[in-house]
């Protein structure tokens, strides 16, 4: 009931569930969608090289050190959270990454259209500006006669 893409991989990151809302906004099946590099087939190309695809922050989450994956939390700005999961102790050997993505198209829409309107104010503020100080000039003219 949640609005999120909730997914589970194993602790090598090989996807082994998904949930509905992951089926119906990817128009993947659960079988078309598990696997290790699914990530590189749904993200933006612009956010792929600073987001979770297999060469980035992905190993380095899942990264052994003595027999233990450090395990690290991450998110990426392609709207992606994953949290590990570890065997009966804290220490343990990480098992699981529990995770969900945010759809973030209609915030980028949002941001893009926001810096324009900036960006048309800035604009507008500076011919203003302009004006106003031909305008003090012309005064300043007829008030020195």
Known sequence: MIPQLVWITDAAGFHIYFNQRWTDFTGYTLAGSVGPDMWNNLLHPDDRARACDGAT??????????????????????GFWAR??????????????????????????????????????????????????????????????
């Open 57 to 78: 922050r992905w190993p380095r989450a899942t990264m052994m050190k003595s027999s233990t994956a450090s395990g690290r939390p991450m998110a990426a700005t392609a």
């Open 84 to 145: 590990p999961a570890r065997g009966a102790t804290p220490r343990g050997p990480l098992t699981t990454w529990f995770g969900t993505c945010t759809d973030i198209h209609g915030q980028k829409l949002v941001a893009e259209q926001l810096q324009s309107s900036c960006a048309d104010l800035e604009a507008k503020v500076t011919f203003r500006n302009l004006e106003l100080e031909h305008q003090v000039q012309d005064l300043q003219q007829l008030a020195a006669r």
